[in-house]
């Protein structure tokens, strides 16, 4: 009923988009066109899938029980979420022509890990669906790279670029069109007429045997590369989307300065360099929440379309219409996990749901105790139970404060702790003021960039 709800959907919104389209394009080889002789194809974003391959962790080992308390991730049901969301993309209707995959593939970069993803795109693309990848911050060189089976975690092989390289060719390495010598970065045509710019903007070679650099910053090597290919792409006429982990783009106001590393260094330069050069489109991962940003600048416009993780909560992945050259209807789909039991019978959106909510308080109880709070412990604990809910609901999107109450609370909150505390008030307030547009559902057209709420 979900399937043939959407698809009936999607038809309207498809023919409504039609009285606002009115340029005509020669017909590719393609089964699904509109009145205009444009090409429609449908296409899947999954990002963060963390895969840990099963024979790394068990459930009731000591290390794996300990690791579960901090970490938002829910390793134990990766598998069984990869099987439930590939087969998922394979009976939809329509079936996607494409799934875009913006980084962290693998749990923290085992090697094992990626070589059972890399099974299970062999999967999607047996089924006809082709697949690209570009990689995060988890899939290289990430030295902590561990099992949870004992009662302490075991280091495991991981991968470093060239196996990255090496695993994922048949996803976009093998008929790439240019790659970056400075990079992982490399450009490819996966469906006529566009090109799909994916950018490595992963800092793995810092990495060491105790510490992972989490944040992205891009090359200026890259950024040549990159606006060489749409200058390139512009000459040819091929609409261009781009693919990287990192967000470009301020998801919330100052994003950048609350957690630096979810957003790529010097964003406004890069977002700037890409926009003017003619980038629409980026499509990123990395901070597992669905949301959607748009930035602007005279004529020129660039969003930054951000997909949650497929393992920690919203736990969604993102089925667009591709009107060729024209327009994308953007969907959010939330995973079921209807074939796999979750504990105490909960569902697997309420399961993640609360799995978060006790990893995220533990996590920003400790951030507080940090610069530039230094806040005392319990006064710590205090701010993360009221930052939560505000965290929670940036991440699935379209966040809005449901009453007066949740500001009277924060207010009171911040009284009860003195003016001392008034700038954590912002970050509140940031997180539960959603920037447009819509994160969940939205229309984009693509050539003037005006966007509604589907």
Known sequence: MKTRTRTFITSLVIMSLLLLLNTSCKKKEHSNYTATGKAVYTIAVISDLHYLDPSLWSDTSHSGKFFSMFDQR??????????EVVQELINAKPKPDLVLVPGDLSFDGEAVSHESVKGFFTE????????????????????????FRGYDTVHVPHINPDNFKSIYANFGYSD????????????????????LLSIDACIYRKNNKDSACSGGSMRQA????????????????????GMMHHALINHYPDQDLLYPDNVVQRSTTVSDSLMNGGLKLMFTGHGHSTDIVKKTAGDKFLYDIETSSTIAYPCTYRMITYIQDSALIISTIPITYNNYPMPSGMSLQAYAKQRIRSAVEIDNAYFYTQPPYN???????????????????????????????????????????GASFFPVRADWYHLWNDLEPADNSLTIILKSGNCNKK
């Open 176 to 195: 790439a069109l240019s790659t970056d010598p400075a990079s992982l970065s490399y450009l490819s045509e996966p469906l006529p007429g566009l090109w």
């Open 124 to 147: 999607l693309t047996g089924a006809g669906i082709k697949v690209r990848v570009i990689n995060g911050n988890h899939d290289i060189n990430f030295t902590m790279a561990s099992s």
């Open 375 to 417: 806040y005392k412990p319990d006064t710590a604990r205090r701010l993360s139970r009221r930052m939560t809910p505000a965290l929670m609901a940036q991440m699935a999107g379209d966040e809005q404060i449901s009453s007066n109450s949740e500001y009277d609370s924060i207010q009171a909150t911040i009284n009860s702790l």
């Open 74 to 83: 829910m390793p134990g049901e990766s598998d069984g979420i990869m099987r």
């Open 222 to 241: 890259t950024m040549t590369w990159a606006l060489a290919r749409l200058a390139e792409a512009r000459a040819k006429g091929k609409t261009v989307f």
